[in-house]
C-alpha cells in the first residue's frame, strides 16, 4: 500500500489532468466540479477501461457516462447525425488514453513510471465494476449542467511503492499540445 | 492534390479529426488501425510520404512499427512522425534514434500539425 499521502497526491494529480483535458479538449463542457458525490448511472452508458503497470504499481482507470451525456462529447460536426455506438464508444476510450496519459506524465516526475494497455470500451445498462481484494480505489466524478462523467482510479501498489515530489522534475515529460521535431 | 499522408490510430474519432485537418490543408490522406495494418497500407500505397503514427496500438505499437519501416528498403525514406499521449524523453530519443522525424503531443493543434506537415512533405 502506498501511504495515504502518495494515493491522495495521485488523486490530486488525477484531478489536475482531468481539469486540464476538459479545459484544453473540445468536449463542450462548461462550468464544471469535480467531486466525489458518485451515483451509478441507471441508463444506458457507456464505459472505457484502461489498464497501466509500472514497477511497485497496476491497475486501471475506468471512466464512465449515460450514453446521451457521452454523445455530447463528441465534437460538434464530428458525424451527420447522431453519433453512432461506435464513435461514442471510441470517443470515451479516447478520453481514457488522454487522461491517463496526462497522469502517467505527471507521475513520471516523481519517479513512477508507467506502461498503458489500449483502451477497452463497452455500453450496457446497470453495468457494475467489482474491484479486487488488495485494490485501492476512488471515485471522482466532473459534473457539468448536461450531465457527468465519473472517474474511478483503481490500482494495487507493492510494499515499496515511492512517489516522490513531483515538482522536482517539471521538465520531466514533454507538454500536452506541444510539438518537437528533428 | 497535394502529398499523400498515412494516418494510424487505434482510435477512429483521431484518425478522423487528423485527417479531416489535413484534408483541408491539401494533403491526401488514407488511415490505417494500427502498425501491422499501416505496412500493409504503405505496400498498397505506393506514393505515401509521411505517415502520422500513434504510439500505443494493438497487435503493432508505433515504435514496433517505426522499426519495420527503418528496416524495409521500400520503405525506410517514408517520413514518420508520432502523434501520442506518451511524453517520457526517453521514448522520444527511442523514436529519434529509430529514425522518426517529430513527435506531436495530443491533443494536437492543427495549425502545427499542419506546418509540420508541410515541412516534412516539402523535404522529402
Redesign the interface.
Known sequence: MPSESAFERIQDELQNAATALVE??DYGIAGFVWGDAFEPPEDTSVFAVLGFSGDAVKGAIVIGAERAVAAKL??EG?CDGEPTD??VC??M??IA??L???L??RL?AGGV?LS???PTTAIGRRVRFTLGAEASSRTHVIAWDDGQVFVRFDAVFAPEFELGDLDSAPE??????????? | MGAKVLVVDDSMMIRTQVSKALAGAGFAVVQAGDGSEALKKLDAEKDVSLVVCDVNMPTMNGIEFLESVRASEAHAAISVVMLTTEGQHDLVQRAKSLGAKGWIMKPFKPDLLIAAAKKLTAAA
Open positions: 484544453e479538449g463528441v465534437p464530428f461506435d464513435i471510441d470517443q476510450g479516447e488514453n488522454q491517463l496519459g496526462r502517467k506524465n513520471l513510471v498503458l494497455a489500449t520531466a515529460a514533454m507538454t500536452e499540445g506541444d510539438m518537437m521535431l528533428f
